[in-house]
DNA sequence: GCCCTTTAATTCAAGCCTCAAAAAAAATCG
DNA sequence: CGATTTTTTTTGAGGCTTGAATTAAAGGGC
């Protein structure tokens, strides 16, 4: 059932979308931003000398961009750093780290700090967490209302609300709510995502025209996880974020999981299966519990030289994917790929298993799908965050103001 | 990218709002309206007398309602069955069904054709095509005037704007423009749309508490199909409409299918697949090329019986079905399902099989997913062809009315 | 039979919002 | 220094929704 729309649903939507192509452009003049809105100069003005007034946005004059010829000179339109601050936290094995950005989205401070919750206990998880992320908000000397938002990546599912993460191979530990005892501490809103749907929201935010109504990114790492969007929207569990395609089941009573099933595509494509299979040790053998991108990178290097057992193991890990994909393939039509994380690195090597698998299957046509591959994960991992805690903060921001108005 | 909204949109869409308040209420009251869309009376007021104006709906005296108590009474809204009219059609295997519905739904006339497209050439197949349903609006009267949609519901898929029938089980041709044929013939707009999604779309009409977000309508006939909605909005492939969850890849090697490959959902769940086990057949023989839903009810009749090869066929057909949801349930959280056609009427011997191959899967919460069954599946292609074509022609009148008052 | 009460629908003025056109601002060019 | 050019702002118009006031159309009570 479609809603209600009032003036100023109008407003704020339209205010939304300046501040959009704001962020994305970085520095902008009105009439730019009016082009390719498609808004009138005279609503770009109103609009964007509200945000001024507001301090959402500066004006600085054009600078050092050429003044390009006759006329009034335009005015470059940009995010004021300052307006507000968040906290961006990474989780994942063994490590936390913190960046606390500025309303531009530069890192105005970080820390990395190693974390061992295998054998945490709640409470110790929750005063530890606390404190790193109070001590890297203190080296960077804001006020701590400046504060507008955290977002947290992490490995493992979340509920839909982003508030407590569910499950994680970090750790033991369920339903841990890590958003309530942020928001407790700082009292600023916080949302929690996948690292996956990140990633995949990262890749939307940067190259809209290549990642935009389907696509998938499949972060190949010691575990295999998706971030999947579908019609422009990211597809997560109706009860949890992130999609779990490294358990979709690949072949049946095959090689044992991380999660004690046996035959997810994890099993066989997760960096602890591929070196149990180059290695040579039995399907059904213990997961390592780590492996370094140095190990997976000597694999990918001895499977150049010509090794068999490399070969084996990574066009094992091809045909995993290329199986789960091609169960995707048959709901949605083939869409682009995106592989990340250091498995990316060795994935020329399994590409010829992954296309024939996709091949022999009933998505044929999947065979020439495009694939591109990021083998560093961080980065992208970093960027989805910043841009979910700032798109947050514009939102409510946008919302405020109208509540404001209204009352 | 979010769009620009400009005041005429917000028209467009509370007027769309209201017209589907009226459709699924059938006759109901301004302020009875207000109230369900959060709109003013005010403005129901200003929209619905605009609807009257253009002859889109009718206001009916409240009639036989008990005049319930005090105060003015209130004058009932109804759609205007005379408004419009639309010519829907149903193309499955062997069988042409074509109605001509009213403004209101109602169906003003009716005629069954068979035909036989297995040795049919394109040419041959648009002249009876366009011959059928010319005869059929004949005998409702009607001018062609009234013509204002085509909507046709067919088995197999079509391209993402419905218009070309890409491959359909019904016929060998591929590629058939039934769009532009029908659209030349009789200056309508037209769109195909595939039945499952049809029957998705049915349900979400009929019950949108329960059939809302995220599920999925799977039919179970001599093929499998499968409509699916996620987040509201309906899946189709980026390129196709009609997800193809029948060939998903059950087991590698397993039993023929009739596409050719082995090992698919539907080579193990549909309706030769089932007979072909329950006669002992072997999995790679030759599927039937039609079974008739009685001799499903007969296996289903056996199997309660305790007829074991009944029940063996039956309990494959379940873990086919229960593997290709988890496969799903994987990336997306386990949602409802609804079964429908005549496999649904032996659903109860293939559920225990369904449920414990769900919980032996890593969607293992799944097992206790909700499951609703719909034997028939006509009433459900009609019912979503039918309010697919008359949303459709609401829409359009609205953009028709708007473009005409910007000009 | 008349007046009061109650509920539905309409009218009206006000407040937003966007937009086109005109005006103002701020440069360059000759 | 005035003409030209481009950007931005101002202004007036028109569309939309809304709350409040008004009108319409009943039933209830005396």
Redesign the interface.
């Known amino acids: ?7 100023d ?2 407003r704020r ?2 205010r ?2 300046i501040m ?1 192509i704001v962020r994305r452009k970085g520095a902008i003049s009105r009439s730019a931003i009016a082009q390719t ?3 009138s100069p005279a609503t770009v003005s109103t609009i964007s000398n509200d945000l001024i007034a507001e301090g959402v946005l500066v004006a600085q004059g054009n600078g050092s961009a050429a003044s390009s010829g006759r006329g009034r000179p335009s005015v470059h339109l940009s995010i004021n750093p300052e307006f507000r601050h968040a906290v961006l936290i990474i989780l994942k094995i063994g490590a936390l780290n913190v960046s606390i950005i500025d309303y531009a989205g530069a890192v105005v401070a970080h820390q990395d700090f190693h974390i061992d919750m295998a054998n945490i206990r709640a409470e110790e998880f929750r005063r530890t967490l606390i404190a790193e992320v109070r001590q890297t908000w203190d080296t960077s000397g804001l006020d701590e209302a400046q504060l507008a938002r955290i977002s947290v990546a992490i490995q493992g599912t979340t509920d839909t609300a982003g508030v407590h993460m569910l499950r994680s191979p970090m750790t033991p530990l369920t339903d841990v709510p890590i958003g309530p005892w942020l928001e407790e501490a700082f009292g600023a809103p916080v949302r929690l995502a996948n690292d996956c749907d990140l990633i995949a929201r990262a890749l939307n935010w940067r190259d ?1 025209e290549r990642y935009s ?2 696509f998938a990114a499949i972060l190949l790492a010691h575990g295999v996880g ?1 971030g ?1 969007f ?2 422009g ?1 990211i ?6 974020s992130g ?3 490294g ?3 690949h ?2 009573d095959g090689a044992l999981c991380r ?1 004690g ?1 046996r035959g ?1 595509i994890e099993a066989n494509a997760g960096d602890y299966a591929i070196l149990r299979r180059y290695r040579g040790d039995p399907a059904d053998s213990a997961p390592a519990s780590r492996v370094s991108a140095r190990e997976i990178a000597a694999i990918a290097e001895a499977g150049r030289a010509g090794n068999e057992r490399a070969l084996d193991a990574l066009a094992a890990a091809g045909r995993a994917l290329g ?1 789960g994909l ?3 393939y ?6 682009r790929i995106a592989f990340v994380g250091h498995g990316a690195a060795a994935f020329s090597l399994m590409e010829p298993a992954l296309r024939q698998t996709l091949e022999n ?3 044929r046509a999947a065979r020439d799908v495009p694939i591109d591959l990021f083998p560093d994960e961080m980065p992208l991992v970093r960027e989805g965050c910043c841009i979910d805690a700032l798109s947050d903060i514009d939102a409510r921001q946008a919302a405020k103001v109208n509540d404001f108005a209204r009352a």
Chains 1, 2 share one sequence.
Do not use: W, Y
């Open positions: 059932m479609t809603t209600v729309l009032r003036s649903d109008m939507r339209n939304n979308l959009e809105a498609a808004l809209p109504d389907n998706m999947l579908l019609r929207q597809i997560n569990g109706t009860k949890s999609t779990e395609f358990h979709m089941l072949r049946p999660c099933s997810c199986s091609a169960g995707i048959a709901l949605v039509d083939p869409f299957s009933n998505a």
